[in-house]
């Protein structure tokens, strides 16, 4: 059975101005970096300011029409999306992926809020809004760990089902594989899920970056959980999922890495005064991109 909910909302400034560029094909490509904060309670109360930074693309005409508008950097903007996977051959061989943000709106909010200029020339918005609610199943058995500090921690892998009509009006799929990190006591009450399990989970996108043994700087994106809820597998299409026997629990919220648990739901920013960069580039990581033939239509 086909499943699939894939929603993300942003709210920031444009870290620096838009571009808009073609495709070898001529499809017209739009893309921004989004960038907010987002401002949780740290084991010892303190709030802690963690930045972000998200690359978004609008495709098509839509790309044209939002280009006309002339936003520039530091302008506060909404972006209603979806989190899109895609894959490729690198030239120097394997295969590379990566997640990405296909925006289906970006509106320019009426009031202009405080911003922090960063290490890298751009800015970011003193708090914002960065949320992911998706529902896919399990594409393998998670795996429970634990850091040198105790907390455990634990790796979903979901596969998120799209499904749409081309312009012929035949039926098309794609799925978004998309990794998902939860911490603590939220860990420790997903340690049971299995492969094929149907859930979904809601919480902030987050960008890893790292070194590999060849010394080539490396980018993931990923969710990072505040709530999940276990779905029934044997949920008819198009009728709403309820929670399955196992879950009849009361859900389980957990912060992030630092941060203490609180309310079964996800945290609301808290305000926040001006904050100076921790050195963040925003062009960190954002670099390995697929090449323009493969961008997703």
Do not use: C
């Amino acid at each position: 059975m086909a499943r699939g909910m894939n929603h993300i909302y942003l709210i920031g400034v444009l870290a620096r101005d838009p571009e808009l560029r073609y495709t070898p094909s001529g499809v017209a490509v739009y893309e921004a970096t989004i960038a907010g904060e987002d401002h949780l309670a740290g084991a010892d109360g303190k709030q802690r300011q963690l930045p972000w930074y998200h690359r978004v693309s609008i495709l098509g005409k839509p790309a044209e029409w939002q280009s006309e508008r002339n936003l520039v950097a530091g302008d506060a903007v909404l972006v209603e999306g979806t989190l899109d996977y895609s894959s490729w051959d690198a030239p120097e061989g394997g295969k590379r992926s990566m997640v990405k943000v296909k925006a289906l709106r970006m509106e320019q909010l009426g009031t202009q809020p405080e911003t922090t200029q960063d290490a890298g020339g751009g800015v970011r918005m003193n708090g914002g809004m960065n949320q992911v609610m998706v529902v896919g199943n399990l594409t393998r058995d998670p795996d429970l760990r634990y850091t040198p500090a105790g907390d455990a921690v634990l790796g979903l892998s979901l596969a998120v089902n799209e499904t749409w009509k081309d312009r012929q009006g035949q039926p098309q799929e794609k799925v978004h594989w998309l990794d998902v990190t939860l911490w603590r006591d939220l860990a420790e009450a997903a340690k049971d899920l299995h492969k094929g399990d149907p859930v979904l989970v809601a919480g902030r996108l987050t960008n890893e970056s790292w070194t590999d043994k060849d010394g080539n700087k490396r980018n993931t994106t990923k969710i990072e959980a505040n709530r999940f809820e276990v779905l029934s597998r044997g949920t008819p299409s198009g009728t709403s999922p309820t929670a399955a026997p196992a879950a009849q629990r009361e859900p389980v919220a957990a912060a992030a890495p630092g941060a203490r648990p609180t309310s079964n739901r996800a945290a609301r920013p808290a305000p926040s005064k001006p904050a100076r960069s921790g050195g963040l580039d925003i062009d960190d990581g954002l670099q390995d991109f697929p090449p323009e033939e493969d961008l997703p239509f």
